[in-house]
């Protein structure tokens, strides 16, 4: 089955700064990627996610990129600000198998 | 903007009880989820459900488990004889289509 490592598990940047979280994935079948926010107490919230057949999203100060060959993914952010504080979580599936594996989360402090 | 709903928000339970996990997804969506985590731990896929039927579960979900969609709002997670391994926070989720997954608050079930 798929396997989802998350890199790094703790990640501290200064506020105005870029952060980076890296997920790689086992089965080269998975087709969708998507990320989660989850503050403390609060659902997992979807803030951006991509599929396989392109190599880059971005939606405001968040972005994701994909390569496919290396299976690996990540989650760009920029000019952070302290509400960016929170855990991330990065996941793969393939389309239709509606099951999500996810990575072990990467805690994100934004230092002020 | 519509949001999965799950109650109740805590459940502390003897070993050996039976707890109802109640969700209600959001009212368009098709395909809807169970997801576990332990403190700590990923998040980790239980069940898939579509169709009135259960289309993907996984090992953790013995048959101890069970889901259920009584009505056309409400989708429930059974979990028939707790144990302490039960101990963890329980996402619902729901989709619109079988990949994008919004998720629910959680319910946190303690098991003494």
């Known amino acids: 089955g798929e396997n989802v490592e998350q890199h790094p598990s703790t990640l501290s940047v200064q506020e105005g700064d870029s952060a980076v979280i890296k997920c790689t994935y086992s089965?080269?079948?998975?087709?969708?990627f998507p990320w989660y926010k989850q503050e403390l107490g609060k659902r997992p919230q979807l803030i951006i996610d991509?599929?396989?057949?392109?190599g880059e999203k971005k939606d405001q100060r968040i972005a994701v990129t994909l390569n496919k060959t290396a299976k690996h993914f990540s989650l760009h952010i920029t000019e952070t600000q302290p509400e960016d504080s929170a855990v991330y979580f990065c996941?793969?599936?393939?389309?239709?198998?509606?099951?999500?594996?996810f990575g072990t989360g990467t805690r994100l402090t934004i230092i002020p | 903007e519509p949001e999965v709903t799950q109650t109740p928000s805590h459940q502390v339970t003897q070993m050996g009880q039976e707890v109802i996990l109640r969700c209600v997804p959001i009212?368009?969506?098709?395909?809807f989820y169970w997801y576990r985590q332990i403190l700590g731990q990923k998040v980790e896929f239980l069940v898939s459900?579509?169709?009135?039927?259960?289309?993907?579960k996984s090992e953790i979900f013995d048959d101890q488990f069970s889901v259920e969609r009584p009505d056309g709002s409400n989708f429930t997670l059974k979990i028939r004889s707790t144990k302490l391994e039960d101990s963890a926070m329980y996402f619902c989720?729901?989709?619109?289509?079988?990949?994008?997954?919004?998720f629910g608050p959680g319910t946190r079930l303690t098991v003494l």
């Open positions: 989720a729901s989709g619109a289509v079988a990949d994008t997954q919004y």
């Open positions: 089965d080269s079948a998975s087709n969708y």
């Open positions: 991509i599929r396989s057949n392109v």
């Open positions: 996941a793969a599936t393939l389309w239709g198998n509606e099951k999500l594996t």
């Open positions: 009212s368009n969506h098709l395909y």
């Open positions: 459900f579509y169709n009135n039927e259960i289309s993907e």
